[in-house]
């Protein structure tokens, strides 16, 4: 005796439901992540899929190698000047609807890897959905993180998805950043004067005051 | 190195390999410094590659491995401005010797060693990438860590620590 007995004889054959529930239901219980481990992050990003922490209960533990195949990005780690193309690039290819985690000091803002090498913020080059603190954060919190997505993609709706072709999406310019994509945006587009980041770092300005 | 061994002092005698290059050759030993049980010979640039091959080919060196070729900046203040360090293992002597090329800022040239041993391939691609050295007649002197489109030499002391603007995605 399932429940689908008990249900089929307390509820009549049709149900009625707002579209965006269903869907948003759906959605939220299998948000498939894409593999983006690039530091310690990710050690504990493993670990959240372990049986001992078992993303797995949320419907998130099938890491996808590949982009077309996943549903949200965990960027877990500091992402450098030479890998963010490359990001950008398996952002592209995933399908929508898509989301993005930012896991971690690194991630969220560079971290204490306050240089030229690496990007100040992976938000500088797709956008985040959910910013995790920590460094790096236990996996309670990349869970607390995919809860938090969770809500969030129960309260969107399916008119508001902007389904941008990927041709569309791999010309956009992310604000600030170059376009980045496969190089040939970065040939074309002619870059200002050179010239010495004129903001002091975090660090000379707590050296001077 | 051991702890209870005696750090080498600079008057011990120099290693035997280090006498015949200045007996044989004099004209390619510009200075013998010796610090820490290491020894490290300056070698005028132009006479780098055949330094490098006869220190690998004497049976009485026979250095086969290259361990590392590196860059060092001084600072731009400093004349000579740039090193370029090849650190040099024998597998069969089990001996040591750092070779040290001077460069001034203005003429960054050095003759590449890939014909001696394959693998400065890459590490010259990064004293390249990294300090703005470059190596005459190397098959492929790109850069190996930075960004193609990157400008400038990171690992030099005038870099700016957040680099330049259009790069830094701030």
Partial sequence: ???????????????????????????????????????????????????????????????????????????????????????????????????VISMGACATSGGVFDNYAIVQGVDKIVPVDVYIPGCPPRPEMLIHAVMMLQEKVMKESVRDRRDVPEAEAREAVVPGTLPITDGSTARQNTLPESRPYTIASRHERRRSS | MSTDQPIENSEAAPPPFVALLQREYPEWVGEVIAAFGEYTVVVPREHIVAACSFLKTSPETHFNFLADICGADRGPEEEPRFEVNYHLFSTTKHHRVRLKVLLNEEDTHVETVTGVWKTANWHERETFDLFGVIFDGHPDLRRILLPDDWQGHALRKDFPLRGYEPYSLK
């Fill in chain 1, 1 to 99: 005796m399932g429940l689908e007995n008990k249900i089929a004889e307390a509820l009549p054959e049709v149900l009625t439901t707002r579209l965006d529930s269903l869907i948003n239901w759906a959605r939220k219980s299998s948000l498939w992540p894409a593999t983006f481990g690039l530091a310690c992050c990710a050690i504990e990003m493993m670990n959240a899929t372990s049986s001992r922490n078992d993303l797995a209960r949320f419907g998130s533990e099938v890491f996808r190698a590949s982009p077309r195949q996943a549903d949200v990005m965990i960027v877990s780690g500091r992402v450098s000047r030479k890998m963010a193309p490359v990001l950008r690039r398996i952002y592209d290819q995933m399908p929508e609807p898509k989301w």
